[in-house]
Nanobody
Framework: VQLQASGGGFVQAGGSLRLSCVAS????????MSWYRQVPGEQRELVGL???????NYVDSVKGRFSIARDNAKNTVYLQMNNLKPEDTAVYYC?????????????WGQGTQVTVSS
């Protein structure tokens, strides 16, 4: 399994970015695809996820601003981030969850830096 995240960058507050995570061999094989973020010295935080069935969920701090979409044909999951705030600055990671219950296994991609200036 390989996850390749991209799309990070530098943006001013109020701006937008779209992150992409390309999974191989196929995102359809995963129960859920998630986006996390991490600030140096802090724990990695779940930003949001989309299940294989298309159900999405988000942390309260990004609701109404961020959205996750999956394109099964492209094996890609997107994180659309609008109205970005300086506190959104972090390294963003995508995660694929394989299996359920005791067979659950996470796969992580490399991070992509998002920096939001005030």
């Amino acid at each position: 399994v390989q996850l390749q995240a991209s799309g990070g960058g530098f943006v001013q507050a109020g701006g937008s970015l779209r992150l992409s995570c390309v999974a191989s061999p196929s995102i359809s094989s995963f129960v859920a695809m998630s986006w996390y973020r991490q600030v140096p010295g802090e724990q990695r935080e779940l930003v949001g996820l989309v299940t294989r069935g298309g159900i999405t969920n988000y942390v309260d701090s990004v609701k109404g601003r961020f959205s996750i979409a999956r394109d099964n044909a492209k094996n890609t999951v997107y994180l659309q981030m609008n109205n970005l705030k300086p506190e959104d600055t972090a390294v963003y990671y995508c995660k694929a969850t394989e299996g359920t219950g005791v067979t659950t296994r996470p796969w992580w991609g490399q991070g992509t830096q998002v920096t939001v200036s005030s």
